[in-house]
């Protein structure tokens, strides 16, 4: 379920801002590892202009 919430979640980021990009480069990004979850402790982006649906 989680997944499927994440897919939604990015692909409607994705399309909302088409243009985001990193805002670190990909050394300055810090990993957290842990027995549960690994991922970055933080993604900055800039979203770019929104494309508004209407």
Do not use: H, Q
Not at 20 to 38: C, F, K, M, P
Not at 41 to 47: E, I, T
């Amino acid at each position: 379920m989680a997944r499927l919430e994440a897919r939604i979640a990015l692909s409607s980021l994705f399309g909302r801002f088409p243009e985001l990009r990193l805002a670190a480069g990909e050394d300055e990004i810090v990993y957290n590892s842990s027995i549960i979850t690994e991922g970055p402790a933080a993604l900055p982006v800039v979203p770019g202009p929104a494309e508004i649906s209407g």
